[in-house]
Nanobody, 124 residues
Framework: QVQLVESGGGLVQAGGSLRLSCAAS????????MGWFRQAPGKEREFVAA????????NYADSVKGRFTISRDNTKNTTYLQMNSLKPEDTAVYYC?????????????????WGQGTQVTVSS
């Protein structure tokens, strides 16, 4: 079992920044690919970013490329999502997930464990 707890969400004006954190406990953190997904009201959960076991590889949705940065600190069992130049359309609940397969890291169903989510609201 892996337990994931997100934090760092909040209300921010368009153009602002937020940094989300996802703290993991349980099994060895660096055994897992970590991903961030988001879900806006009335929409399906969608891929945002993923990072490989050591952090060597990253993957981003086109909608956030150049604005968001995913990172991880395996000594702290934590993954981060730095979000800059935020837009109202980034408003959603953000979830982190832990999976084992990098090749399917953009796929929601590749993740075995999820956090409870953190709300991000961007005002115009």
């Amino acid at each position: 079992q892996v337990q994931l707890v997100e934090s760092g969400g909040g209300l921010v004006q368009a153009g602002g920044s937020l940094r989300l954190s996802c703290a993991a406990s349980g099994r060895t953190f660096n055994n897992y690919v970590m991903g961030w997904f988001r879900q806006a009201p009335g929409k399906e959960r969608e891929f945002v970013a993923a990072i490989s076991w050591t952090g060597r590889f990253t993957n981003y949705a086109d909608s956030v490329k150049g604005r968001f940065t995913i990172s991880r600190d395996n000594t702290k069992n934590t993954t981060y999502l730095q979000m800059n130049s935020l837009k109202p359309e980034d408003t959603a609940v953000y979830y982190c997930g832990a999976g084992t397969d990098w090749s399917t890291s953009r796929n929601l169903y590749a993740y075995n464990y999820w956090g409870q989510g953190t709300q991000v609201t961007v005002s115009s």
